[in-house]
């Protein structure tokens, strides 16, 4: 028996693992296309609202709707694949980079033929991972803003915040007052 023939015993006792699964804790990859994707299409279509072609195209909402729509769904789902084909994680840029090569490279050759192929596959690596790069980077600071306890208002401001007993005296004055309104409509009537 040749040196090259011998197996480790380490390769033959063990059986193969299965692949490592997906992890999806924001939701499965579908979700988070269409999610992404109707929100596009509702920007495009106030962006077409605010357009000042709408006068003359009154269908331009829908068209811009549409095709932002169509944009975000592409990119989406080619990053979300790649994603899910490296099995990385959701913040990694490389999915990104390549998801943006990817759609834009199927967008551009429906839309420029070769040479739009390779313009808009670059343009969308470049915008889509540093859009992606961005929500990365403001994410933890939307948190903090979510998770504060209590917002102070500035003393000159009208509104006022109820301690409570002052809400408590203010709910009895409203329960007093109610039955008040609802009988006199009832005799007026």
């Known amino acids: 028996m ?8 380490e390769q033959t006792n063990q059986p193969l693992s299965p692949p490592t699964p997906i992890v999806q804790e924001n939701g499965t990859p579908t979700k988070r296309v269409l999610i992404t994707s109707l929100l596009a299409g509702v920007i495009g279509g106030g962006a077409g609202l605010v357009s000042k072609h709408r006068i003359a195209h009154p269908n331009i909402p829908t068209v811009y709707a549409t095709n932002c729509a ?3 769904g592409c990119y989406c789902g080619a990053r979300e694949s790649v994603r899910i084909t490296r099995r990385s994680e959701h913040d990694d840029l490389m999915n990104s980079a390549i998801g943006g090569l990817f759609s834009g490279a199927l967008l551009g050759r429906l839309q420029g033929g070769p040479q739009g192929a390779i313009r808009y596959s670059l343009v969308f690596a470049a915008v889509g991972t540093a859009f992606d790069y961005t929500c990365l980077k403001a994410k933890p600071m939307l948190e903090s803003y979510r998770n504060m306890e209590s917002f102070k208002l500035p003393e000159w401001s009208p509104i006022k915040v109820l301690d409570e007993e002052a809400l408590a005296k203010k709910k009895a004055q409203e329960e007093k007052i109610f039955p008040e309104r609802v009988l006199g409509k009832l005799n007026k009537e």
């Open 2 to 9: 040749a040196s090259g023939d011998r197996k480790s015993p």
């Open 70 to 72: 169509i944009v975000a």
